[in-house]
């Protein structure tokens, strides 16, 4: 079946502009996660989003920085105002829980941002 | 906050030789999973530890969880070219937030053939 799917998968935009980012997470899946990975670093959480519960968004770096995900499904990351330091891999992964007895978590194969 | 150290952060073996990366956490942990990355790919899963002491096996890898729950290590016998990449432990804690999973900055394999 489909997996988790983002696009685009790569964007160059100027400093100063505001991007959006997608995901699609797999069908039937109700927990949705956004990270953020810099070159040879490790995955830092931004944002969970479970179900119809209010979102996690406490990893979220500053109020540039929002999400929202419509219907259950499709997330948007939105990037106001990007600083050259926001250029790295946004990677999107879906769950089929979110629960605390642990799931896997399925990535997508990201969003490469560079800001020039 | 909770914390996710891995070490080491870079190795370097000959094709054949073993490998072993090790996971510790600032807090106790309800479970641990583990993802291997492979240059240019995205995360994906490889085995998910919950047990106090558990040891798990797939084929030449090798997962435990400490007693603690604290730390892991994955460990590879004779490695091949196709085991290159970063490998990654997530904790997930046992306190409130416990959804939210916490990675490790990753231990990126390079196999000599």
């Known amino acids: 079946g489909a997996g988790v799917s983002q696009s685009p998968s790569n964007k160059v935009t100027e400093k100063g502009k505001d991007v959006e980012l997608r995901c699609d997470p797999i069908s039937g899946h109700t927990a949705l996660y956004w990270y953020r990975q810099s070159l040879g670093q490790g995955l830092e959480f931004l944002i969970y989003?479970?179900?119809?519960?209010?979102?996690?968004k406490s990893g979220l770096p500053s109020d540039r920085f929002s999400a929202e995900r419509t219907g259950g499904s499709v997330s948007t990351l939105t990037i106001q105002r990007t600083q050259q330091e926001d250029s790295a891999v946004y990677l999107c992964?879906?769950?089929?829980?979110?629960?605390?007895?642990?799931?896997?978590?399925?990535f997508g194969p990201g969003t490469r941002l560079t800001v020039l | 906050g909770q914390q996710v150290m891995q070490i080491p952060q870079y190795q370097h073996v000959q094709e054949g030789e073993d490998f072993t990366t090790y996971c510790n956490s600032s807090?106790?942990?309800?479970?641990i999973q583990w993802y291997k990355q492979r240059p240019g790919g995205h995360p994906v899963f490889l085995i998910q530890l919950v047990k106090s002491g558990e040891v798990k096996k797939q084929k030449r890898l090798t997962f435990q969880f400490g007693e603690a729950k604290k730390n892991s290590s994955l460990h590879i016998t004779a490695t091949q070219t196709t085991d290159v990449g970063t490998y990654f432990c997530a904790g997930r804690g046992s306190g409130g937030s416990n959804y939210k999973l916490t990675f490790g900055k990753g231990t990126l394999l390079t196999v000599n053939p």
């Open positions: 992964a879906s769950s089929l829980a979110g629960l605390a007895g642990g799931d896997t978590q399925y």
């Open positions: 807090t106790t942990l309800s479970n």
């Open positions: 989003f479970q179900g119809n519960s209010a979102p996690d």
